[in-house]
Protein backbone atom coordinates (compact mmCIF):
# COMPACT_ATOMS: atom_id res chain seq x y z
CA UNK A 1 0.00 0.00 0.00
CA UNK A 2 1.38 3.60 -0.71
CA UNK A 3 2.35 5.57 2.44
CA UNK A 4 1.11 8.46 0.92
CA UNK A 5 -2.47 7.14 0.60
CA UNK A 6 -2.08 5.63 4.19
CA UNK A 7 -1.51 9.38 5.34
CA UNK A 8 -3.68 10.83 3.54
CA UNK A 9 -6.93 8.67 4.78
CA UNK A 10 -5.50 9.00 8.31
CA UNK A 11 -6.10 12.89 7.84
CA UNK A 12 -9.08 12.78 6.42
CA UNK A 13 -10.38 10.59 8.80
CA UNK A 14 -9.20 12.79 11.78
CA UNK A 15 -10.81 15.45 9.88
CA UNK A 16 -14.32 13.98 9.95
CA UNK A 17 -14.15 14.66 13.71
CA UNK A 18 -12.06 18.03 13.63
CA UNK A 19 -13.03 19.65 10.60
CA UNK A 20 -11.80 23.18 11.96
CA UNK A 21 -8.02 21.81 12.46
CA UNK A 22 -6.26 24.03 10.00
CA UNK A 23 -2.98 21.57 10.73
CA UNK A 24 -4.60 18.87 9.08
CA UNK A 25 -5.93 20.68 5.76
CA UNK A 26 -2.41 21.74 5.67
CA UNK A 27 -1.57 18.42 5.58
CA UNK A 28 -3.94 16.65 3.20
CA UNK A 29 -3.23 19.85 0.78
CA UNK A 30 0.61 18.36 1.01
CA UNK A 31 -0.37 14.54 0.63
CA UNK A 32 -3.15 15.56 -2.82
CA UNK A 33 -0.04 17.49 -4.17
CA UNK A 34 2.65 14.68 -3.76
CA UNK A 35 -0.46 12.71 -5.76
CA UNK A 36 -0.03 15.29 -8.16
CA UNK A 37 -3.70 16.16 -7.36
CA UNK A 38 -3.08 19.80 -7.27
CA UNK A 39 -6.58 21.61 -7.90
CA UNK A 40 -7.93 19.58 -4.64
CA UNK A 41 -4.52 20.15 -2.81
CA UNK A 42 -4.92 24.38 -2.79
CA UNK A 43 -8.24 23.91 -2.31
CA UNK A 44 -7.32 22.52 1.44
CA UNK A 45 -4.39 25.12 1.88
CA UNK A 46 -7.23 27.77 1.02
CA UNK A 47 -9.50 25.89 3.40
CA UNK A 48 -6.24 25.71 6.05
CA UNK A 49 -5.46 29.62 5.46
CA UNK A 50 -9.67 30.08 5.99
CA UNK A 51 -9.32 28.98 9.62
CA UNK A 52 -5.50 30.24 10.53
CA UNK A 53 -4.63 33.27 8.17
CA UNK A 54 -0.91 33.40 9.94
CA UNK A 55 -0.42 29.56 9.53
CA UNK A 56 3.43 29.89 7.75
CA UNK A 57 3.56 26.20 6.44
CA UNK A 58 0.10 26.51 4.29
CA UNK A 59 1.24 29.26 2.74
CA UNK A 60 4.78 27.92 1.89
CA UNK A 61 2.96 24.92 1.17
CA UNK A 62 0.41 26.85 -0.87
CA UNK A 63 3.41 28.38 -2.72
CA UNK A 64 4.97 25.20 -4.00
CA UNK A 65 2.06 23.55 -5.01
CA UNK A 66 1.43 26.67 -7.50
CA UNK A 67 4.98 27.02 -8.96
CA UNK A 68 4.47 23.06 -9.84
CA UNK A 69 1.80 24.08 -12.00
CA UNK A 70 3.49 25.79 -14.10
CA UNK A 71 5.40 29.23 -14.73
CA UNK A 72 2.37 30.79 -15.46
CA UNK A 73 1.81 30.83 -11.43
CA UNK A 74 5.28 32.07 -10.46
CA UNK A 75 3.34 35.51 -9.80
CA UNK A 76 0.40 33.86 -7.35
CA UNK A 77 3.32 31.33 -6.08
CA UNK A 78 5.38 34.28 -5.16
CA UNK A 79 2.69 36.21 -3.34
CA UNK A 80 2.40 32.88 -0.92
CA UNK A 81 6.12 33.09 -0.16
CA UNK A 82 6.00 36.46 0.74
CA UNK A 83 2.68 35.74 3.14
CA UNK A 84 5.04 32.73 4.66
CA UNK A 85 8.32 34.97 5.08
CA UNK A 86 5.63 37.90 6.84
CA UNK A 87 5.73 35.46 9.52
CA UNK A 88 9.06 33.95 9.57
CA UNK A 89 11.25 36.25 7.57
CA UNK A 90 14.32 33.84 7.83
CA UNK A 91 13.30 30.40 7.05
CA UNK A 92 15.94 29.20 4.50
CA UNK A 93 14.06 26.94 2.69
CA UNK A 94 11.02 29.25 2.07
CA UNK A 95 13.70 31.57 0.99
CA UNK A 96 14.67 29.23 -1.86
CA UNK A 97 11.07 28.73 -2.93
CA UNK A 98 10.45 32.29 -2.99
CA UNK A 99 14.11 32.60 -5.27
CA UNK A 100 12.63 30.13 -7.52
CA UNK A 101 9.47 32.08 -7.92
CA UNK A 102 11.16 35.25 -8.80
CA UNK A 103 13.56 33.19 -11.42
CA UNK A 104 10.17 31.88 -12.96
CA UNK A 105 9.53 36.00 -13.15
CA UNK A 106 12.64 36.44 -15.04
CA UNK A 107 13.73 39.19 -11.87
CA UNK A 108 17.11 38.03 -12.21
CA UNK A 109 18.06 40.93 -9.54
CA UNK A 110 15.39 40.14 -7.12
CA UNK A 111 16.18 36.22 -7.08
CA UNK A 112 20.56 37.71 -6.18
CA UNK A 113 19.15 39.64 -3.32
CA UNK A 114 17.09 36.86 -2.23
CA UNK A 115 20.17 34.83 -2.37
CA UNK A 116 22.53 37.28 -0.67
CA UNK A 117 20.05 36.88 2.12
CA UNK A 118 20.52 33.16 2.14
CA UNK A 119 24.15 33.47 2.08
CA UNK A 120 24.11 35.69 5.29
CA UNK A 121 21.63 32.84 7.17
CA UNK A 122 23.34 30.31 5.71
CA UNK A 123 27.02 31.34 5.13
CA UNK A 124 28.28 27.51 4.70
CA UNK A 125 26.38 26.21 1.97
CA UNK A 126 27.89 26.14 -0.92
CA UNK A 127 25.03 25.48 -3.08
CA UNK A 128 24.07 29.28 -2.27
CA UNK A 129 27.19 30.58 -3.64
CA UNK A 130 27.42 28.85 -6.47
CA UNK A 131 23.87 30.28 -7.43
CA UNK A 132 25.18 33.39 -6.39
CA UNK A 133 27.75 33.38 -8.87
CA UNK A 134 25.80 32.28 -11.64
CA UNK A 135 23.93 34.83 -11.44
CA UNK A 136 25.93 37.52 -11.29
CA UNK A 137 27.34 35.74 -14.25
CA UNK A 138 24.52 35.98 -16.27
CA UNK A 139 24.22 39.53 -15.27
CA UNK A 140 28.29 40.46 -16.11
CA UNK A 141 29.26 41.29 -12.56
CA UNK A 142 32.28 39.00 -13.33
CA UNK A 143 34.63 39.73 -10.38
CA UNK A 144 31.52 39.32 -8.16
CA UNK A 145 31.05 36.21 -9.55
CA UNK A 146 34.54 35.04 -9.06
CA UNK A 147 34.31 36.16 -5.55
CA UNK A 148 31.35 33.79 -5.13
CA UNK A 149 32.58 30.76 -6.51
CA UNK A 150 35.75 31.47 -4.45
CA UNK A 151 33.56 31.05 -1.88
CA UNK A 152 31.94 28.02 -2.91
CA UNK A 153 35.47 26.34 -3.34
CA UNK A 154 36.46 27.74 0.37
CA UNK A 155 33.64 25.58 1.80
CA UNK A 156 34.24 22.27 -0.81
CA UNK A 157 37.15 21.88 -3.12
CA UNK A 158 35.97 19.47 -5.56
CA UNK A 159 32.86 21.24 -7.15
CA UNK A 160 33.60 21.17 -10.74
CA UNK A 161 30.24 23.39 -11.82
CA UNK A 162 32.10 26.29 -9.36
CA UNK A 163 35.78 25.70 -11.02
CA UNK A 164 33.99 25.86 -14.75
CA UNK A 165 32.29 28.52 -14.14
CA UNK A 166 34.83 30.25 -12.38
CA UNK A 167 37.29 29.71 -15.41
CA UNK A 168 34.23 31.55 -17.61
CA UNK A 169 34.10 34.76 -15.46
CA UNK A 170 37.84 34.68 -15.36
CA UNK A 171 37.99 34.28 -19.08
CA UNK A 172 35.87 37.31 -18.92
CA UNK A 173 37.90 39.69 -17.30
CA UNK A 174 40.63 38.73 -19.24
CA UNK A 175 42.56 36.63 -16.00
CA UNK A 176 43.67 34.19 -19.22
CA UNK A 177 46.42 31.98 -17.11
CA UNK A 178 43.44 32.07 -13.63
CA UNK A 179 40.94 31.09 -16.42
CA UNK A 180 42.65 27.99 -17.78
CA UNK A 181 44.23 26.73 -14.11
CA UNK A 182 40.39 26.91 -13.02
CA UNK A 183 39.11 24.88 -16.15
CA UNK A 184 41.97 22.27 -15.92
CA UNK A 185 41.44 21.54 -11.80
CA UNK A 186 37.50 20.92 -13.53
CA UNK A 187 38.81 18.08 -15.86
CA UNK A 188 40.73 16.36 -13.61
CA UNK A 189 38.32 16.33 -10.81
CA UNK A 190 36.07 14.75 -13.20
CA UNK A 191 37.84 13.64 -16.86
CA UNK A 192 34.68 12.47 -17.62
CA UNK A 193 33.05 15.73 -17.67
CA UNK A 194 32.42 17.15 -21.08
CA UNK A 195 31.19 20.46 -20.39
CA UNK A 196 34.43 21.09 -18.15
CA UNK A 197 36.23 19.80 -21.34
CA UNK A 198 34.44 22.38 -23.46
CA UNK A 199 35.15 25.58 -21.27
CA UNK A 200 39.08 24.37 -20.94
CA UNK A 201 38.64 24.32 -24.96
CA UNK A 202 36.70 27.75 -24.54
CA UNK A 203 39.07 29.19 -22.61
CA UNK A 204 42.54 28.38 -24.33
CA UNK A 205 40.85 29.28 -27.58
CA UNK A 206 39.72 33.22 -26.02
CA UNK A 207 43.37 32.88 -24.71
CA UNK A 208 45.01 32.44 -27.90
CA UNK A 209 45.73 28.58 -27.19
CA UNK A 210 44.26 27.06 -30.51
CA UNK A 211 46.84 24.16 -30.23
CA UNK A 212 45.66 23.21 -26.37
CA UNK A 213 41.98 24.22 -27.61
CA UNK A 214 41.47 21.68 -29.99
CA UNK A 215 42.99 18.88 -27.87
CA UNK A 216 41.09 20.08 -24.96
CA UNK A 217 37.50 20.21 -27.72
CA UNK A 218 38.87 17.04 -29.22
CA UNK A 219 38.37 15.35 -25.67
CA UNK A 220 35.12 16.90 -25.27
CA UNK A 221 33.48 15.72 -28.60
CA UNK A 222 34.97 12.01 -27.29
CA UNK A 223 32.82 12.62 -24.25
CA UNK A 224 29.75 13.81 -25.90
CA UNK A 225 29.79 13.15 -29.40
CA UNK A 226 25.72 15.19 -30.54
CA UNK A 227 26.97 18.43 -28.54
CA UNK A 228 26.66 20.91 -30.84
CA UNK A 229 28.27 23.80 -29.01
CA UNK A 230 31.71 21.44 -28.97
CA UNK A 231 31.61 21.39 -32.93
CA UNK A 232 31.05 25.42 -32.95
CA UNK A 233 34.14 26.13 -31.15
CA UNK A 234 36.08 23.79 -33.22
CA UNK A 235 34.85 25.87 -35.91
CA UNK A 236 36.04 28.82 -34.55
CA UNK A 237 39.49 27.63 -33.44
CA UNK A 238 40.21 26.30 -37.15
CA UNK A 239 38.85 30.34 -38.21
CA UNK A 240 41.65 32.13 -35.88
CA UNK A 241 43.81 29.33 -37.32
CA UNK A 242 42.63 30.19 -40.73
CA UNK A 243 41.81 27.12 -42.31
CA UNK A 244 38.69 28.28 -43.24
CA UNK A 245 36.99 25.46 -45.40
CA UNK A 246 37.97 22.84 -41.99
CA UNK A 247 35.74 25.44 -39.87
CA UNK A 248 32.73 25.23 -42.23
CA UNK A 249 33.09 21.41 -41.54
CA UNK A 250 33.16 21.95 -37.43
CA UNK A 251 29.89 24.27 -38.40
CA UNK A 252 27.97 22.60 -40.61
CA UNK A 253 28.28 19.35 -38.23
CA UNK A 254 26.98 21.53 -35.69
CA UNK A 255 24.14 22.41 -37.61
CA UNK A 256 23.71 18.45 -38.03
CA UNK A 257 23.39 18.42 -34.24
CA UNK A 258 21.31 21.36 -33.69
CA UNK A 259 19.22 22.68 -36.51
CA UNK A 260 18.10 25.77 -35.33
CA UNK A 261 21.47 26.85 -33.48
CA UNK A 262 21.84 30.53 -33.75
CA UNK A 263 25.44 31.23 -33.06
CA UNK A 264 26.46 28.27 -35.16
CA UNK A 265 24.77 29.85 -38.29
CA UNK A 266 26.03 33.25 -37.41
CA UNK A 267 29.93 32.03 -37.65
CA UNK A 268 29.04 29.96 -40.66
CA UNK A 269 28.16 32.76 -42.66
CA UNK A 270 30.91 35.28 -42.23
CA UNK A 271 33.38 31.84 -42.60
CA UNK A 272 31.36 31.79 -45.93
CA UNK A 273 31.43 35.20 -46.59
CA UNK A 274 35.16 35.36 -46.56
CA UNK A 275 35.59 32.24 -48.74
CA UNK A 276 33.25 34.52 -51.02
CA UNK A 277 30.68 31.87 -51.31
CA UNK A 278 27.73 33.96 -51.10
CA UNK A 279 24.72 32.03 -51.84
CA UNK A 280 25.81 29.70 -49.11
CA UNK A 281 26.39 32.90 -46.82
CA UNK A 282 22.65 34.00 -47.36
CA UNK A 283 21.15 31.03 -46.40
CA UNK A 284 23.30 31.11 -43.09
CA UNK A 285 22.13 34.21 -43.04
CA UNK A 286 18.62 34.04 -43.95
CA UNK A 287 18.30 31.11 -41.06
CA UNK A 288 19.80 33.38 -38.36
CA UNK A 289 17.41 36.46 -39.05
CA UNK A 290 14.63 33.60 -38.83
CA UNK A 291 15.18 33.30 -35.12
CA UNK A 292 16.81 35.83 -34.27
CA UNK A 293 14.88 39.24 -35.38
CA UNK A 294 16.71 41.90 -33.12
CA UNK A 295 20.56 41.77 -34.88
CA UNK A 296 21.40 44.70 -36.70
CA UNK A 297 24.87 43.11 -37.93
CA UNK A 298 23.44 40.17 -39.01
CA UNK A 299 20.90 41.92 -41.12
CA UNK A 300 23.68 44.16 -42.54
CA UNK A 301 25.89 41.00 -43.69
CA UNK A 302 22.80 39.42 -44.28
CA UNK A 303 21.87 42.29 -46.82
CA UNK A 304 25.55 42.18 -47.85
CA UNK A 305 25.58 38.88 -48.76
CA UNK A 306 22.36 39.19 -51.40
CA UNK A 307 23.72 42.59 -52.81
CA UNK A 308 27.11 40.33 -54.00
CA UNK A 309 24.47 37.80 -55.26
CA UNK A 310 23.18 40.76 -57.40
CA UNK A 311 19.11 40.16 -55.39
CA UNK A 312 19.17 44.07 -54.51
CA UNK A 313 15.69 44.56 -53.41
CA UNK A 314 16.49 41.22 -50.32
CA UNK A 315 19.35 43.41 -49.95
CA UNK A 316 17.00 46.56 -49.97
CA UNK A 317 14.68 44.57 -47.10
CA UNK A 318 17.64 43.49 -44.80
CA UNK A 319 19.05 47.02 -44.84
CA UNK A 320 15.80 48.90 -44.45
CA UNK A 321 15.91 46.13 -40.67
CA UNK A 322 19.19 46.88 -40.06
CA UNK A 323 18.96 50.76 -40.53
CA UNK A 324 15.35 50.57 -37.64
CA UNK A 325 17.49 48.14 -35.04
CA UNK A 326 20.73 50.51 -35.75
CA UNK A 327 18.15 53.79 -34.88
CA UNK A 328 16.71 52.14 -31.90
CA UNK A 329 19.79 51.30 -30.23
CA UNK A 330 21.09 54.74 -30.64
CA UNK A 331 23.76 53.69 -33.22
CA UNK A 332 23.90 57.42 -35.39
CA UNK A 333 26.89 56.54 -37.33
CA UNK A 334 25.81 52.78 -38.59
CA UNK A 335 22.28 53.83 -39.41
CA UNK A 336 23.46 56.85 -42.35
CA UNK A 337 25.80 54.32 -43.28
CA UNK A 338 23.32 51.52 -44.34
CA UNK A 339 20.75 53.82 -45.06
CA UNK A 340 23.04 54.62 -48.28
CA UNK A 341 23.76 51.32 -48.77
CA UNK A 342 19.98 50.80 -48.60
CA UNK A 343 19.17 53.62 -51.00
CA UNK A 344 21.88 52.70 -53.63
CA UNK A 345 20.28 48.89 -53.26
CA UNK A 346 16.87 50.38 -53.69
CA UNK A 347 17.68 52.02 -57.13
CA UNK A 348 19.46 48.76 -58.24
CA UNK A 349 16.16 46.93 -57.16
CA UNK A 350 13.89 49.44 -59.27
CA UNK A 351 16.19 48.89 -62.56
CA UNK A 352 16.44 44.74 -61.72
CA UNK A 353 12.32 45.39 -60.85
CA UNK A 354 12.25 46.96 -64.90
CA UNK A 355 14.37 44.77 -66.25
CA UNK A 356 12.66 41.77 -64.80
CA UNK A 357 9.10 43.87 -66.75
CA UNK A 358 10.21 44.47 -69.51
CA UNK A 359 11.90 40.79 -69.84
CA UNK A 360 8.13 39.61 -69.43
CA UNK A 361 6.73 41.44 -72.03
CA UNK A 362 9.11 40.44 -74.76
CA UNK A 363 8.49 36.90 -73.62
CA UNK A 364 5.09 37.57 -73.77
CA UNK A 365 4.97 39.24 -77.29
CA UNK A 366 7.03 36.42 -78.58
CA UNK A 367 4.54 33.78 -77.02
CA UNK A 368 1.93 35.63 -78.82
CA UNK A 369 3.89 36.09 -82.36
CA UNK A 370 4.83 32.49 -82.08
CA UNK A 371 1.14 31.72 -81.51
CA UNK A 372 0.03 33.50 -84.49
CA UNK A 373 2.86 32.12 -86.79
CA UNK A 374 1.60 28.76 -85.64
CA UNK A 375 -2.25 29.63 -86.41
CA UNK A 376 -1.29 30.42 -90.00
CA UNK A 377 0.45 27.33 -90.24
CA UNK A 378 -2.45 24.82 -89.24
CA UNK A 379 -4.98 27.23 -91.39
CA UNK A 380 -2.65 26.32 -94.25
CA UNK A 381 -2.28 22.38 -93.43
CA UNK A 382 -6.74 22.20 -93.38
CA UNK A 383 -6.72 24.30 -97.16
CA UNK A 384 -4.34 21.46 -98.52
Given at each position: MDPVDDSLRAVEKHLENNPDDASAWNAKGVFLAQKREFGEAIRCLDRALSLQPDLTSAHANRGRVLLALGPEKASEALQSFESALNQTPDDIDILRDKAA????LGRTEDELSCYRRMSELAAHEWGVWIRIGDIELELGKFDL????YNKAIEIKDDLVPAFVRRAIALAMVERW?????????ATKLDPENSEAWLIRGDVHLKAGKHKSA??????ASELDPEDATVEN???????????????VKHLRRALIRKKNYPAAMRNLGFVLMELEDWEEAAKAFSGYTLLVKNDPDMFDAKATAYARL???CTAEEAWERARKLYKKAGNVAEVERVIALGRAARINCSKQKKADKEHREREKSQ???SDRHELRKKKKRRKK
Open positions: ALHAAITSNDAIKSAETMKALKKTMGMVSYKDGKLKEADDFRRF
